[in-house]
Structure formats: C-alpha cells, structure tokens
C-alpha cells in the first residue's frame, strides 16, 4: 500500500511541483514506508515553504528524532510549539511539549 502510495504521490508532485499538499502527502507515505531519508526533504520543503503550517514541522521534528538529530528536532518542536499557541490547537499544544520534554 505504502508503494502505491508513494507512485501515486510521486506522480501528482512531478505533474505538480509546487503543490505543498502533494510534497505533504509524499513524505508521509514515504516516512510511513520507512524511507525516512527520502522524506525529510519534503517535510522540510513544507515546513519552510508556509510559516504557519504547523503540522509538516511536528512530523519533521518526529523524523529528526528518529533519525537521532535530538537538536533539529527540538528547534522544529519549538516552531511548532509557538505555531500551536497562537493558533489555539490545545491537542498539539499538549503533544508538542511532551515531545519537547523528553528529549
């Protein structure tokens, strides 16, 4: 499924490069297919690509905590962290700082 996936969304971002819901969904299917490596540009492509995007920046900092990068996954929890604030998300909100706790 996750291959399928990752065609599907390959081929919509080639046909549409600029489409951040298209890079979005392709990152997911390829970090979902333990292709964590091919993912994180795509997560960070989102994340910079639209300040107040919160949730590229939350899967970003889960893939840099994967991958062992404790410090990039903090600063990416931190952005996040401020974006679920001023935007009232109490449920991130909360994620965000236990996240931000452990490490």
Known sequence: MSATKITRFS???AKNPDNALFRFSLAQALDQ???????LPHYQHCAA??????MPRILL???HQK???????????????T?????NH???EAE??????AL
């Open 11 to 13: 081929e919509l971002l």
């Open 33 to 39: 297919a333990g292709q964590s490596d091919a993912a």
């Open 49 to 54: 690509g639209k300040a107040d995007w919160m």
């Open 61 to 63: 900092g889960k893939l």
């Open 67 to 81: 991958l062992g990068n404790v410090a990039a996954a903090r600063a990416v929890f931190a952005e996040a962290l």
């Open 83 to 87: 974006l679920a604030i001023d935007q």
């Open 90 to 92: 109490e449920d991130p």
């Open 96 to 101: 965000l700082r236990t996240l931000l706790a």
